[in-house]
């Protein structure tokens, strides 16, 4: 890649993470400005009706709850949450662990376990993105088997244009849209934060604020082993889709090289040019001033 084709890539990159810094600000900061209050008002209300409470005893206490609940940890004399480290559990952290998607609810607080996942996952994520190329190839090849095989010989470029819509669709309504419709049901979410939970797993960015499977249910096995299968299947996809998006975007870039190739031939060349006309004319000079002598 040619350096004013990667300068201007990262100027755009640059540019569209500065535009999308401005949005999450205007969309969030006013929340969190309101939570901020709420939470604040809420302390010194109680504060005023427990007189028998330091301010500093209250805050150790609230302290104390949110890094437990910053480990996904319930306790009080009413509740308790069911176990994050379970051998269901775990094995669903090893597997957000060795997918790169890490949702960030559940983490290691110990030495050991932090030193282990650490090792762990160097070793499984690269056996994993073998796994899920291995998987892109195979429904790559299915899509090109489909892509390829014509139902109608009147409407070649029709069919082949209807089938580069089809299959996508396909592919996003069976591993996105059905899913989404699932976890909503299964998990009392409504079908947009059902959607954003599957777009947020599947594209292993993985912020951690939905996550399936939180409650102690009598199903929860079944159901964390085949939402692992999806996740596969869609790591898969998604994949292939993005490798898609950026064979797209590397085309653009390519074309950008070329124009910059050309412009500096041009530029070459027409300097050769000159050189070689500066040239000529000494030559022809020299020759001038021999005759005349």
Not at 90 to 100: D, E, G, K, L, Q
Request: aromatic fraction near 10%; include cysteine.
């Amino acid at each position: 890649m040619k350096k004013l084709t990667l300068f201007l890539l990262g100027l755009g990159i640059a540019v569209y993470v500065l535009i999308g810094g401005a949005v999450m600000m205007a969309l969030e900061s006013s929340n969190e400005s309101d939570t901020k209050t709420t939470s604040r008002s809420t302390f010194t209300n109680f504060l005023a009706a427990q007189t028998c409470v330091s301010s500093a005893e209250l805050e150790t206490f609230v302290k104390a709850v949110i890094t437990a609940y910053d480990q996904g940890i319930i306790a009080t004399e009413q509740t308790d949450s069911a176990s994050l480290w379970d051998y269901v559990n775990s094995v669903f952290f090893s597997m957000t662990a060795v997918t790169t998607i890490g949702y960030g609810n559940q983490t290691p607080a110990t030495s050991g376990g932090r030193a282990f996942i650490v090792v762990f996952a160097l070793i499984g994520i690269p056996l994993v993105a073998v796994f899920l190329s291995g998987i892109g190839d195979k429904i790559a090849g299915l899509t090109k088997s489909f892509q390829e095989k014509q139902f109608s010989k009147n409407h070649e470029v029709a069919e082949h244009r209807l089938k580069a819509v089809i299959i996508p669709i396909t592919g996003l309504v069976i591993l996105l849209f059905v899913p989404a419709a699932i976890f909503s049901a299964v998990e009392d979410w409504n079908y947009g934060e059902a959607l954003y939970y599957c777009l947020i797993t599947l594209t292993t960015i993985g912020f951690g604020d939905f996550v399936i499977g939180t409650q102690d249910a009598t199903y929860r096995l079944a159901y964390r082993l085949l939402t692992l299968i999806w996740i596969m299947l869609g790591l898969a996809y998604v994949a292939a889709l993005i490798s898609q998006a950026q064979a797209m975007y590397t085309q653009v870039t390519d074309k950008i090289d070329t124009k910059v190739q050309k412009d500096d031939d041009k530029k070459t060349n027409h300097e050769g040019s000159k050189t070689k006309i500066v040239a000529a004319n000494g030559e022809e000079g020299k020759r001038t001033g021999i005759t005349e002598l």
